[in-house]
């Protein structure tokens, strides 16, 4: 099933920065995550966090540098899979050396509630969700990826999609059998700076999809109503 959305009236621009390998991206990556984390724009930061082995190194490096926080501080996920906080296949538990560092309170960290029951930890994101971008607020910084099936987030289909319209957050239930709580497309397009990370060649495919706006591919469907969005893409995830 592919996505099948109404066209907005304007179509996010793509820009594409090349990296010759995943070490380069990387470091890129840290250097523009500890600008907006410690407040280098002089306004009260929320940045959107994704999991991956991509992003998370990153996490881990700036973790070790001790940096001291922007003031009004608010750090989310994209998405994250339904298991318990301190699982290692959550993006949260993986992430929470980088949130220790930086000395962030609870509430400061819009986390996935996986303690409740899914509706419930759906519904709480949502409202929280609609917390953080009241008063026209938007997202300073948003780190996204892509899967070799050309996902994002955890919106998979034109079913998940379609679900979304409307809604900040939604539950997904994965190809991997697994449960997720997501952000919606209406959540990227209150990003100011929207960065789909991509390393590995077997991301090629799903690359070219994004960089030609293949209406058939679930992630250019997802952010083509945002006003622009990066493409951070080491050499061997791009096409020949």
């Not at 339904?82 to 949260?92: A, E, H, K, L, M």
């Not at 990003?191 to 090629?204: C, F, N, P, S």
């Amino acid at each position: 099933m592919t996505p099948q959305s109404s066209a907005p009236d304007t179509e996010a621009s793509l820009t594409l920065r090349r990296f010759a390998d995943r070490g380069l991206l990387q470091v890129a990556i840290e250097e523009r995550l500890q600008q907006v984390l410690t407040g280098a724009g002089g306004t009260a930061p929320a940045v959107m966090l994704s999991g991956g082995s991509t992003p998370i190194p990153a996490y881990l490096t700036l973790a070790s540098r001790r940096l001291i926080p922007a003031p009004g501080l608010t750090v989310l996920f994209s998405d994250d899979r339904y298991v318990p906080s301190d699982s290692d296949q959550s993006n949260y538990h993986q992430s929470r050396a980088l949130f220790a560092s930086l000395g962030l309170a609870a509430q400061q960290v819009l986390r996935i509630r996986t303690e409740l029951p899914l509706a419930q930890a759906t519904a709480d994101s949502e409202s929280r969700l609609a917390q953080l971008l009241g008063g026209d607020r938007r997202i300073t910084l948003g780190l996204l990826g892509i899967g070799a099936d050309g996902h994002t987030c955890s919106l998979f289909s034109a079913a998940d999609l379609e679900r979304a319209r409307g809604r900040l957050a939604i539950s997904v239930h994965r190809p991997d059998g697994r449960d997720a709580v997501s952000v919606t497309p209406t959540v990227l397009e209150r990003v100011e700076q929207l960065i789909v990370m991509v390393a590995g060649a077997d991301k090629r495919t799903a690359v070219d999809g994004l960089l030609q706006r293949r209406p058939d591919l679930t992630a250019w469907a997802a952010v083509r109503g945002c006003r622009s969005v990066e493409i951070w893409a080491d050499s061997s995830a791009l096409p020949s």
